[in-house]
């Protein structure tokens, strides 16, 4: 069973690398009350694991980095309409957003008039 979590960076938001014990890094993010850390898995493959995830996350975030960059160069983000289209109260946004970000079985997730998802390397 996942779960998803939204962050939305508040001014105190920070994403840093701490090595409290020589040999056990670690990569901490946190914004408002929430923190994520991200560890190297305690098995023979974990540090592998962790090297590619953490690649592929900073490749995702120079990316997110660099769209919202152009976003602000054309001019403000306008939020306003964002919420006209999303809603504001939680009810209207689960409704509006039901599962978005969720595939299923019996839908493309993609289609030629739909966005895409950028991964590191390319768009799928």
Known sequence: M???VLVQPEEDARAEFVEH????PALIISSGGAQITVQSPGRHDG????IA???QLGDAAR???DRLDGLTQVGPLDFEKLAAQCGT???????RTQNRHVLLDDEPWFS???PGVIEAGGQT
């Open 21 to 24: 014990v020589q040999g056990h």
């Open 2 to 4: 996942g779960f998803y």
């Open 53 to 55: 995830f953490a690649r």
């Open 47 to 50: 540090p592998q694991l962790a």
């Open 89 to 95: 109260t939680p009810d209207e946004v689960e409704r």
């Open 63 to 65: 990316l997110f980095a």
């Open 112 to 114: 030629e008039s739909g």
